[in-house]
């Protein structure tokens, strides 16, 4: 009896033993070989990765800083970009500096003038010339050195994007530069600098301790106009130049088109005009009666203001001037609604109603 337990003992252990052998991780297995080739395998730290100098070396493109200013930074003269084309032998991974001239003379696809394009363009054109030895040729620019230091136009202007700032540069020149204004952008624009390059220096700029910046908003037609010269200012690397969409007017009600109204760079809009590019009055309109309302600043409510428009098409009085978020509402007549429904419906009755009535 003893001799059979010993022997189912040592049946259980040795079972135990080979179940342990069969269900050796499949990684683990794998691992030897991975190390016998000389690569660490997943999740090992590399030992050359803190040694700039060592063989596992970061490359130098993951060295350098995230590229901020790519793809829409405009090429100047003496920047340095390095163009990654893995199909392209002659200029993969190969730094090249635009010449005082704007141009750069690359291996493969030749003479190019890149100043004054984006960094976007440029590899959109350097797609185009390889495609004449490669069937689909793959671009990649980083800016890796830049002659100057960048300033930043943000929003609705024409070439938004990010501008090498060269030399003593005004916000007039520079806004040229960007090819001006859209259409439907604001008539303020925003500029903010740096702590570090100073105060704006107008009277009505703000400074935020916070986030270390000052600010100020400048109007485009004073600006235009000269009416401030001292607004035209020397512009400081890093600035940002900032435009929103335009402000608008709404219009609601009796109008032929409800909807909203561009300002563009004017400070009002007379509400006689307003109401024609609507479409003009709608057929049941109280045209004595139209209501501004505008808002109250510094709290939710509006102000209501009752205007007798039909007076002003009549050519009698003043326009009304509208600003930024007023509302016109053209309400409509019940009275006039009235008599058209009894006229359209009573008349056609009258005949029989006056034969009742005469037996």
């Not at 910046?213 to 001292?230: F, H, Y």
């Amino acid at each position: 009896m003893r001799e059979t337990r010993k022997q189912m003992t040592a049946l259980a252990f040795l079972t135990v033993l080979l179940s342990a052998a069969v269900s050796i991780p499949v990684w683990a297995q794998q691992a030897q070989p991975a190390q016998d080739n000389g690569q660490a395998p997943a999740g090992a730290q590399n030992p050359g990765a803190a040694n700039p100098g060592g063989q596992n070396a970061q490359p130098p493109s993951q060295q350098l800083p995230p590229d901020m200013i790519r793809p829409n930074y405009v090429l100047a003269p003496n920047d340095q970009i390095t163009i990654r084309a893995p199909e392209a032998e002659e200029i993969d991974n190969r730094p090249f500096r635009i010449d005082g001239d704007g141009n750069i003379n690359l291996p493969l696809v030749g003479h190019i003038h890149a100043a004054g394009m984006s960094v976007q363009e440029l590899e959109a054109d350097l797609v185009k010339r390889l495609r004449e030895y490669i069937r689909e040729p793959q671009v990649f620019i980083t800016t890796t050195q830049l002659h100057s230091e960048p300033i930043f136009f943000v929003g609705l202007f024409a070439r938004p994007g990010v501008y090498a700032l060269q030399g003593n540069r005004t916000l007039i020149e520079m806004i040229a530069t960007a090819g001006g204004l859209q259409p439907n952008a604001n008539r303020y624009i925003k500029i903010t600098r740096q702590s570090e390059y100073g105060m704006i220096p107008l009277p009505g700029a703000i400074y935020d301790p916070q986030k270390k910046v000052s600010t100020v908003d400048i109007n485009m037609g004073n600006l235009r106009q000269s009416v401030n010269p001292e607004e035209n200012i020397l512009l400081q690397p890093y600035d940002q130049i900032a435009v929103d969409r335009a402000e608008r007017v709404y219009v609601n009600g009796e109008v032929g088109k409800v909807g909203s109204q561009e300002l563009g760079e004017r400070e009002s809009i007379p509400i006689a005009q307003v109401i024609a590019e609507a479409g003009g009055f709608g057929r049941d309109a109280k045209k004595a009666k139209v209501r501004i309302l505008r808002p109250v600043e510094g709290t939710s409510r509006r102000a209501v203001i009752e205007v007798d428009v039909a007076e002003l098409f009549n050519g009698k009085g003043l326009d009304v001037p509208l600003y930024p978020g007023d509302i016109v509402y053209v309400p409509r007549s019940y009275t006039r609604q009235f008599w058209q429904t009894f006229s359209s419906v009573a008349l056609p009755l009258l005949p029989y109603i006056l034969f009742l009535v005469s037996q």
